[in-house]
């Protein structure tokens, strides 16, 4: 039987409110994490390429390393350290901890949440898109598979899980295809400094170069993962929570839904972990070919996420599959699992915290929409 707070059905404007708060959630927790590892990695010159990665939480974008170097020297000042850009700036702290305090003292607390507001402007939008098409598709479907049935019974029975499946991997879908050109766009527009007056000269360019196609550069390999992942993330989230119910009189609750995002976000993230490793270096190669101009025959290190091994950059794009290949070749099969510690404490709590703020808001949407008809029946 379902649970009756799932029969007071919310608005699509109610749900685009409650993923649109998750999301903020979200990335206001695990922002932080990821300029501090940035800022680690940068001040070792591990990762001193023209691109980097930069994760909010909800989705890893690909910025260009513009200006602003500190001067070289050992020790520098409080105005040396935060005049330059927040991703160039000075070895002078050991460890994350450190970076924590030190950042925080020195360069103000809301250093920790440096570059968030350019990511923000797309991935709100998105993950509000892909929660709210990932609900009414999911309605949609459910509302079909109960009208072709002749059973009298499933009208009560509980949605299964290939509904959720199903729903999950076409939203994503859809989500992907849209902010793919866009996320291209706002790279190109922070690396070039390029106003809005140029986007269109910027994109007839790159249209006549490459044709349609390229405004979705490296969209496959995101599609790879990100598809497969939410296909399987929304069953083995229900199904988790399901399990945690039933040890439990209180159904449903903030912790439920908590572990269960967590537990569901590690399996999920995990078998798609392959998927991952390939859409991270091919991003970065696109990043340095396509957007910061690097020169075909320059060779250039890529790190394997969790790897010593690295890969060269010819000058035109590897596919996914030369990509994988090339992996096998160099470190066995392992070497598609690279980064799999990194990346389930990077993906748990935040899949964590994003499903269990958007069920508390829709709990409370629920709650107002519950008091309100009651009040229309008296």
């Not at 269960?260 to 995990?270: K, L, Y």
């Not at 958007?358 to 309100?372: A, D, I, V």
């Amino acid at each position: 039987m379902q649970n009756n707070k799932q029969l007071v059905m919310l608005t699509p404007q109610q749900q685009m409110m409650s993923s649109g708060a998750g999301a903020l959630v979200v990335s206001l927790f695990m922002t932080p994490l990821d300029v501090v590892k940035i800022r680690l990695q940068t001040q070792e010159r591990l990762y001193s390429k023209k691109c980097f990665l930069y994760s909010n939480g909800l989705m890893d974008h690909i910025c260009p390393r513009t200006n602003g170097d500190p001067p070289v020297r050992a020790l520098h000042t409080q105005k040396e350290i935060c005049d330059c850009k927040w991703f160039n700036r000075p070895k002078y702290f050991s460890g994350t901890a450190d970076a924590f305090l030190k950042i925080s003292r020195t360069e103000g607390i809301s250093s920790l949440w440096s570059g968030l507001s350019p990511t923000l402007i797309l991935a709100v939008p998105t993950t509000i898109t892909y929660f709210t098409m990932y609900e009414q598709l999911k309605l949609g479907i459910d509302t079909q598979r109960r009208a072709m049935s002749d059973n009298p019974d499933i009208l009560t029975s509980e949605t299964p899980r290939w509904v959720s499946l199903t729903s999950g991997g076409l939203a994503r879908l859809v989500a992907v295809s849209i902010v793919s050109p866009l996320e291209l766009i706002r790279t190109k527009m922070q690396s070039k400094k390029m106003p809005w007056s140029d986007v269109h000269k910027c994109l007839k360019e790159l249209v006549k170069a490459q044709g349609v196609r390229g405004l979705w550069n490296g969209y496959t390999a995101t599609l790879l993962r990100d598809v497969p992942f939410s296909a399987l993330y929304w069953p083995l989230y229900e199904q988790c929570k399901s399990t945690m119910n039933l040890y439990t009189s209180n159904r449903d609750s903030f912790l439920v839904n908590f572990g269960s995002g967590a537990i569901a976000g590690s399996v999920a993230s995990t078998v798609t972990l392959p998927f991952d490793v390939i859409k991270t270096i091919k991003q970065i190669e696109m990043g340095e070919k396509d957007i910061m101009e690097v020169k075909p025959g320059t060779s250039r290190q890529h790190p394997v996420p969790g790897s010593k091994t690295v890969s060269s950059l010819s000058g035109r794009s590897r596919g996914n599959m030369v990509i994988a290949k090339e992996l096998i070749n160099e470190q066995g099969v392992k070497g598609l699992f690279s980064g799999l510690i990194p990346r389930l404490l990077k993906v748990a709590p935040a899949c964590a915290i994003m499903i269990s703020s958007y069920e508390f808001c829709k709990g409370f949407f629920r709650e107002q929409n519950s008091e309100r008809d009651r009040d229309r029946e008296l």
